[in-house]
């Protein structure tokens, strides 16, 4: 395990920070629409939301990725391998981004809502004044927690032969013969990436919990 052989696990780790950077983004994009759409008062929109979250949330990540990227190219679609997992990581987040910032809007105490209407606030109005605020308190600890699942997630990136940190400990374990040792300083590298927000994620949830009180 030399110095090249490092480099290039590095760049594999770039790609990994960068597909969770893109993914966690513009799915919380994508997850405020879907939260917005599960509370909104059209119930046909509220259910077309809700099938879209029980397809994300009940396939496994490995298949969406791979659907994505073979899936589109048979119709014509032909993407790079990166902007496929891209686009999957995205889908796949704001599925669950969406239902847990739901969850957090309807957690909203129902006194709010009702002050809300009872002040004759329309329902953007009354989301962004006075429950967005709230439920974005609320749902910190659990948004948290699924960066920390979807970073882990980019590994499965290597199904469409992309070359994150994962994908990069197996090539050059497969070069040296050491995997004890390739895997171990890639598993060290999630571990370095994970653990602060992991440790984030729980002092959150403690404040809150007490301020609550």
């Known amino acids: 395990m030399g110095r090249d052989e490092f480099v290039f696990l590095l760049i594999g780790l770039k790609w990994t920070v960068l597909l969770s950077a893109i993914g966690f983004v513009c799915g919380c994009i994508g997850g405020l629409a879907v939260a917005l759409s599960r509370t909104c008062e059209n119930r046909i929109v509220e259910r077309i939301t809700a099938g879209y979250i029980g397809i994300f949330q009940g396939t496994p990540l490995l298949m969406q990725l791979f659907v994505v990227y073979y899936g ?3 119709i014509g679609f032909k ?20 239902e847990i910032w739901r969850g957090s ?9 009702e002050a809300a209407k009872a002040l004759s606030l329309k329902y953007w109005s009354r989301m962004k004044d006075v429950v967005l605020p709230q439920a974005l308190r609320i749902s910190l600890p659990a948004t948290v927690g699924f960066l920390v699942q979807l970073i882990k997630g980019t590994s499965l990136a290597s199904i469409v032969g992309f070359t994150e940190l994962t994908r990069a400990g197996n090539m050059i374990s497969n070069q040296i013969f050491q995997p004890l040792t390739v895997f171990g300083i890639v598993g060290i590298l999630y571990f370095l990436m994970c653990c602060p927000l992991t440790i984030l994620g729980a002092r959150l949830e403690r404040r809150f919990a007490a301020s609550a009180r």
């Open 72 to 74: 589109l190219a048979l």
């Open 79 to 98: 993407l790079d391998a990166w902007i496929a997992v891209a686009i999957g990581l995205t889908l796949h987040a704001s599925a669950y981004l969406g």
């Open 105 to 113: 809007i309807e957690a909203v105490p129902r006194g709010q809502t």
